[in-house]
């Protein structure tokens, strides 16, 4: 018995050694969008516990409402939440591409029950709102979409525009298969 305690240290010694937990990074990375300095605490109020550079990837422990404590090369402390980026490069949000969706109109939006534009449609154009297609009688009946003009359409997989959600701004023969018929809520734009 006393060999196999022995052991078990020995290993979760040896694996200490192999592995540092320095070595083991915790936390939701992000990007510093400025040069930024670290907080004790969650304020301005709290004392300097270091800078980390513009464009700098650190790590988040938590959040409160507008202050995040991050590690950023061994450092540790609080910095302004609106201060980091979450994407895959050091960018705020909302600056990614132009996505180019079409809206306002004029044009039309037709849904399909069958693939290839076949079968029952409901053609609308823009403004036209479903929170819930079942109050329609029409849940989960369609199968492809056709837009024509200057308009899209947000299709989503459950009422109240709640779970898988796609816009579509182009015609497609079939949907995409969580939203073949499998449409509860709509919007034209």
């Known amino acids: 018995m006393r060999a196999l305690v022995k052991l078990a240290l020995s290993l979760a010694l040896l694996l200490g050694i192999a592995w540092p937990a320095s070595a083991v990074q915790t936390g939701t990375p992000a990007w510093t969008l400025k040069a930024l300095t670290l907080m004790e605490g969650p304020g301005n109020a709290y004392d300097v516990t270091g800078e980390v550079g513009a464009e700098v990837r650190v790590y988040v422990n938590r959040c409160s409402k507008i202050w995040c404590e991050i590690q950023a090369n061994g450092q540790l402390g609080w910095v302004d939440l609106y201060a980091l980026g979450f994407g895959q490069e050091p960018k705020p949000p909302l600056s990614g591409p132009e996505l180019n969706l079409k809206k306002g109109g004029p044009g039309t939006v037709c849904l399909y029950e069958g693939r290839n534009f076949t079968g029952n449609a409901l053609c609308v154009g823009t403004g036209f709102v479903v929170h819930d297609v079942l109050l329609r009688r029409e849940d989960n009946r369609y199968s492809s979409v056709q837009i024509e003009g200057n ?15 796609v816009r579509v701004n182009e015609s497609q023969e079939r949907l995409h298969g969580f939203l073949d018929n499998a449409v509860s809520s709509m919007r034209v734009y």
């Open 151 to 165: 308009v899209s359409v947000l299709l989503c997989r459950d009422r109240h525009f709640k779970s898988y959600c």
